[in-house]
Structure formats: structure tokens, C-alpha cells
């Protein structure tokens, strides 16, 4: 939920910094189908019908699909903010393969957040998390709108985000882009 506030963020500062959002149009990301799908399967599979659907199959599939939206990160890295990004993305997966598919999330953040700790997400209690420092140890507070739990490698994504979407409205759109394939 963290990258719902990147998105107005990183317009924002565009915007403060003399950009025109009319130059977004002109981002050119590689493979957005492969970043897509591997969204697309997360809000499904972190709904108790999509959980209940995969069942044992879902740690496996919530590293297949962090893994492709990486993938498609890092075929982009020649785009601003994406080396951010992409150090976000092996940072959350680095911490779910080392805590068998699932990201661990601290029971304090789940509080401060307003979450049930027994509702199913993309975050488990652990007694003794692997990585602990990568983990959902941080919360947006229950009263801000989009309140969760969220790791470092979360707030280096948001920030790649927000960094991508100013330095498009700012550059100049006759520079020479990267090849769409």
C-alpha cells in the first residue's frame, strides 16, 4: 500500500520541480505485462478466496510472483528510481525466501497499523523471523487512510517510484528514450 502514496507523491514533486505530468506519457517501461501479472497475482492471491484456492501452492507462488515483477524491474533499470526500486524488490524477496514464502510482519507495526494479526495478508507473525530488519517492521498509523505494515525494502520501492515519476515530468520528452520492445 505503500507505492498508493508514492504515486501523488511523486506527481507532487514533479510538478514542484517544473515538470508537466503531460511528459508521464512518455515513460517507456519494459515488459509492464510481466509487473502487472505479478501484481495482479498477489491481490488475488492474498484474499481469502484466492488463499484458499492455492492453498499449500501460495508460498510458492507469492515468490514466483515477487520474483517476476523483479524481473521486469531490472530489465528497466536504465529508467530513474528503478536501481531503488530493484533494491526494494530483492530486499522483500530476500526476506520472503528466507521465512519460507511469507513476509514476516512485527506484531507492534500490525497494532499501530489497526490490523488483525489472524487475518490473512501478505504478512505472518513469526516468533523469530529470518532477516528481521527487512521484514514489515514499520506501520502507517490506523487513522491515516491506507494504514499497514510495510518494510524497508517497501520504502525503497515507494521512493524509486516517486523518483521515476518526477524525473519523467521533468525531462525533456525530445532526449532520446529507451527502446520499447
Do not use: C, K
Request: proline share 6%; aromatic share 6%; net charge neutral.
Amino acid at each position: 500500500m505503500l507505492i498508493l502514496w508514492a504515486l501523488p507523491l511523486g506527481i507532487a514533486a514533479g510538478l514542484l520541480l517544473g515538470g508537466a505530468t503531460e511528459r508521464l506519457s512518455t515513460l517507456r517501461f519494459r515488459w509492464p505485462w510481466l509487473a502487472i501479472a505479478g501484481l495482479l497475482v498477489q491481490v488475488v492471491l492474498f484474499t481469502d478466496a484466492g488463499f484458499a484456492a492455492v492453498g499449500a501452492a501460495a508460498p510458492a507462488i507469492y515468490v514466483a510472483s515477487t520474483a517476476a515483477v523483479l524481473v521486469a524491474v531490472l530489465r528497466n533499470l536504465g529508467l530513474a528510481g528503478m536501481a531503488l526500486v530493484a533494491l526494494g524488490a530483492a530486499s522483500n524477496l530476500a526476506a520472503i525466501l528466507a521465512n519460507g514464502g511469507s513476509m514476516p510482519a512485527d506484531p507492534g507495526a500490525l497494532a499501530t497499523a489497526g490490523l488483525d494479526p489472524g487475518s490473512h495478508t501478505n504478512s505472518v507473525v513469526l516468533a523469530d523471523p529470518a532477516l528481521r530488519i527487512l521484514t514489515d517492521v514499520l506501520a502507517v498509523p490506523a487513522w491515516v487512510p491506507f494504514a499497514n505494515v510495510f518494510s524497508v525494502g517497501d520504502v525503497l520501492i515507494a521512493i524509486g517510484i516517486a523518483i521515476a515519476l518526477a524525473w519523467t515530468m521533468r525531462r525533456d520528452p525530445d532526449r532520446a528514450r529507451p527502446a520499447s520492445d
